[in-house]
DNA sequence: TATTATACCGAACTGATGTTCTTTGTCAAT
DNA sequence: ATTGACAAAGAACATCAGTTCGGTATAATA
């Protein structure tokens, strides 16, 4: 990435700070005159031709003639994010190991995670929900307690993926990475230390793919 | 989280979804006359009459007299996240092990990621960075191989939390869970299928802190 | 049919907002 | 001192944009 081919002054790197913070705090740019007041520019000129400036700069780019057209390049869109619903937890015991969230906690749910949408790929916002990993059983598939885990419903197979499978025959549901073979599904743990096993695909069912997850520390 | 109590109509619902889209698209919510042309609203007081509907419903929110004052609630705002640069990549041979990036490729990284700013805690952003986890040698870690390791310069240290640790007389920096304990350090894989060891609090310099892993799919 | 209430349209209004232009101030070279 | 080049201030302007309001169409009710 290119740097600036103009160095930009004190205050004009100030003013650039003020647009920013105005952007992160009021979630839409500021108008000409909101940054004349807000970064102490002497008047509206000023502010269009320090706009000019920083724009040759690199570091912000603006539609003309439109108001709040301003945007800091260094910031992140709206568009780059997805909000994604928070429908509970997966847990050790297999009954209700990995849930399947029904509507109304897809529509109520008790949080909303903010995933960057380069993260989900093509998958419609309806269909993906989050899980919160407890307790240690998820080791197996490198997932951590708390470790946050993003599922997508209506997913297409592929083969190598790590899924949310059903095993009628134990009454359990786990995570594991998940390869075809003729009518028999392998399962092979994400810890390689561990050994796969297969099962057969009539008594397994893949209820969701694990699109990311994400741990906080 | 209280449901909308008023059911809203077709058109509104197309106007919402018009509303959204803009935002997406144009990363600043749309003025009343966008809304009115492309969502094909009959007229401007339409539009105010089912902005003020939307938001009883609570699908939105606005500044009143204020241009593109709208807002849409189920959309992440650009303060939801940061992005944090891309400098690096973790390996299993000790002398690059965790690298610590000099200033020129955190001005200038190869890539963004953007990162929700709920995971981040309150780091400063310029101490922030990414790397990105190459094979199986951070499995004790619960690391895997593709990785997104985010990391954090200037921490406070906080025991038990998860460290890049520069071990001197094994030359090798790694991923520990690390405890003080007088002088020594008890460095615990992640994994609590194997065993903590102690070192000498001299040969173990603290790099920087694990911030969060995330993982895509 | 007459009445009332409601939804809706369109124009006009008022303040907001980006742009332009003239004037003023500063500084260096002559 | 004079001039020219440049930066900066401030007013004026034209358009943009949210709001208001009178009028019309439609539907329900008596």
Same mark, same amino acid.
């Given at each position: ?18 647009? &920013? ?14 940054? &004349? ?8 000129? *000023? ?32 568009? +780059? ?11 050790? #015991? !297999? ?39 407890? !307790? #240690?059983? *998820?080791? #197996?598939?490198?997932?951590? +307690? ?13 083969? !190598?993926?790590?899924?949310?499978? *059903? ?37 397994? &069912?893949? &209820? ?8 906080? *520390?």
């Amino acid at each position: 990435m290119a740097r600036p081919t103009q160095r930009i002054t004190e205050s004009q790197q100030a003013m650039l700070s003020y647009i &920013q913070d105005y952007i992160l705090t009021n979630g839409r740019p500021p108008t000409f005159r909101d940054i &004349q007041r807000g970064a102490n520019i002497s008047s509206l000129s *000023m502010v269009s031709h320090y706009l000019d400036i920083l724009r040759e700069a690199g570091e912000i780019e603006f539609n003309e003639s439109s108001s709040r057209g301003v945007w800091v390049k260094s910031l992140p869109k709206p568009g +780059d994010f997805v909000r994604v619903p928070m429908c509970g937890v997966i847990t050790c #015991d !297999g009954e209700h190991g990995v849930p399947t969230p029904d509507a109304d906690a897809l529509r109520n749910p008790e949080d909303w995670i903010p995933v960057a949408r380069s993260l989900v790929g093509n998958a419609k916002l309806e269909d993906l929900y989050a899980l919160r990993a407890r !307790g #240690d059983s *998820m080791i #197996d598939a490198m997932i951590n +307690d708390g470790d946050l885990v993003i599922m997508r419903r209506n997913f297409d197979y592929k083969d !190598g993926g790590l899924y949310a499978v *059903m095993l009628s025959d134990r009454n359990e549901t786990t995570l594991k990475r998940v390869f075809k073979d003729g009518k028999k599904f392998k399962l092979k743990p994400e810890n390689p230390r561990l050994e796969p096993f297969w099962v057969d695909a009539r008594s397994a &069912q893949l &209820q969701g793919r694990v699109v990311c997850v994400v741990r906080a *520390m």
